[in-house]
């Protein structure tokens, strides 16, 4: 999938950073296009699941993906009170494979992270 996406590093961190890089729209996000006409969409959404607890449908927008991905991340050194409304975005038993893959123990990480990924 790292090839794919034009990238060298392998990790799962890397693939879902640079599909995320490539843009939120899954018609035009190129790394995601490759992984599906080239790879296994499958296989790529299987990881999604295994590393971050997010479930795609055809119909979810990869913006959702990269705020489950950051709420994640912030629930985990933030009050619940300060994410109420938000809990869909967390599921419980990923939390901290969440929360390590993409904060190395650090919100600020994080919201670096989640600002690569949205603002451009």
Known sequence: MAVLCGINGGSAQD?????????????????LINIEKFG????FWALIQKYTGYQNSDDRPL?????????TALSQTMPASALRG???????PTRRTAISLFMNGNV?????????????
């Open 40 to 43: 296994n969409i499958e296989a």
């Open 15 to 31: 693939v879902i950073i640079a599909v995320l890089s490539a843009g939120l729209e899954k018609e035009s996000n190129d790394a």
């Open 86 to 92: 938000l809990e869909r975005f967390v599921p419980i």
């Open 63 to 71: 913006s959702e993906l990269a705020a489950h991905i950051l709420i």
């Open 108 to 120: 600020a990480t994080a919201v670096v992270t989640w600002r690569r990924f949205v603002i451009m």
